[in-house]
DNA sequence: ATAAAAATCTACGTAGTGTAGAGTTTGAGT
DNA sequence: ACTCAAACTCTACACTACGTAGATTTTTAT
């Protein structure tokens, strides 16, 4: 090998140890669907990986840090296809594509979500991590109800906090039903539509 | 001591295990209050109830069912709350109760109900009991909901799913404010107590 | 070709769990 | 008052999984 890259190569070809970390991470998130956090050790990881315990531990300091770069990679996705998130104008429909678009995430990444809600409180890095994505989607929510007509400000029946709540209806009822079955998650997110909808006060 | 106790007596003096038992359980709630699940140790949990760890394991087969026997022994006191619930006819009124009801129980057994939430995924039985009680909850927002004129049923805009979407909406929102301050706990009941009304069409 | 950096390994120290089995206290029946 | 079983408690141990140390091999750049 070592085509010696004529002048494009400031970055020469991948490191061995990014595929290895890759590796890493695509096993824990594997495991993880498999055993479960608590169930799944280090030693399982490495094995998956193809690497002893050993060697696993110059690319991560410890188990919770594996976990948290994968949440990490996966909150990572999530933001980007929120970058590229509709711009509607009507709150309606707005609120259907947002709706549309989180059923996507959740049955993609369901698995890693459901982990990074579990361990935020017991893991700060992942806590912030999450924390972070439930902000941004209580931004979009506030900004849609604004739009819609309700009182911008921070009374409890006022957009924010409404936002808030209606935030963590939406990652709970997402949370359970995510791990159920496929149809589960889209009745759940007819319902959560709904409310949304009617709080909007697009009642008719 | 030992009065003999002429004829009700069936029940001798409260065994000293009881004591111990409770002691235990005690102490697992300061701890688990003072540094949380995981870093609580069956050791510290031994010590706070003045026996070794050893002696723990007579009464208990594991750190987990300790747990799961605190969250049984509060569950249990909710359920109590609960069946005093107030028979209101007038659903707004109703409302405005069942909300009091929950800020005053979230206030007193924020933490535990905090930790039955986080180890409902790991710890089957404690999850058992959570589920339980949510339900309850859930069929206690359906009554209320039907009788402020939604629709009964289980389509996505019918009673049922909307009180569980709620009843999850008021589960996160009081268990993010109860980590934080009595205030925000008071003020995440409003919102959430609007977000009912507005979905059981009290819109005025 | 060579030396630094990157990657990997084996071996060890530690902490916490749960179990075994022996010892002590309690209390109900005689 | 005596006794025996149940209730209770202890010490000691085995096991698992984590994280670290330090030696060793492989890659990569010059």
């Known amino acids: 090998m070592s085509s010696h890259q004529p002048t494009r190569s400031r ?3 991948e490191r061995k140890g990014d595929v290895r970390e890759r590796a ?4 824990c998130e594997a495991l993880l669907a498999e055993k ?6 280090v030693g399982d990881i490495a094995q998956g990986a193809g690497i002893t315990r050993g060697a ?3 690319y991560f300091g410890s188990k919770q840090e594996v976990v948290t770069a994968l949440v990490a990679r996966t909150v990572e996705h999530l933001w980007e296809r929120s ?3 509709a711009r509607t104008d009507e709150p309606r429909e707005a609120i259907a594509a947002a709706m549309r678009r989180t059923v996507e995430l959740w049955t993609e990444h369901g698995l890693v ?7 935020s409180l017991t893991v700060p890095e992942i806590g912030e991590l999450w924390s972070r994505t439930a902000d941004a989607f209580t931004t979009a929510i506030t900004a849609v109800l604004e739009r819609a007509g309700v009182q911008p400000g921070t009374e409890p029946d006022q957009a924010s906090p409404m936002a808030r709540a209606l935030c963590w209806m939406i990652e709970r009822s997402f949370y359970h039903a995510s791990q159920q079955s496929r149809e ?6 007819s319902t959560c ?6 709080s909007a006060g697009l009642t008719a």
């Open 11 to 13: 970055r020469t070809t």
């Open 113 to 119: 979500m459901r982990t990074a809600i579990d361990l």
């Open 24 to 27: 890493i991470l695509d096993t």
């Open 36 to 41: 479960g956090y608590e169930a799944m050790t």
């Open 56 to 58: 696993l531990y110059f």
């Open 83 to 85: 970058r590229a998130a």
């Open 193 to 198: 539509e709904h409310i949304w909808k009617v």
């Open 184 to 189: 589960d998650l889209r009745k759940a997110s």
